[in-house]
């Protein structure tokens, strides 16, 4: 499978709490996915 985005084990942290902790995350070519959350939620790094 051909992966536009893949991550293994992603952590964010934010204001000294952690926001993920061991995410696994993996977007196949051709698939919609889309980043959902309030304004100021850390979406854009």
């Not at 499978?1 to 051709?30: H, K, Q, Y």
């Amino acid at each position: 499978m051909n992966s536009v985005i893949s991550t293994e084990n992603l952590v964010m942290r934010f204001r000294n709490c952690d926001a993920l902790a061991g995410v696994d995350l993996e977007i196949p070519a051709g698939c919609v996915f889309a980043l959902l959350g309030e304004n100021g939620a850390g979406k854009r790094r």
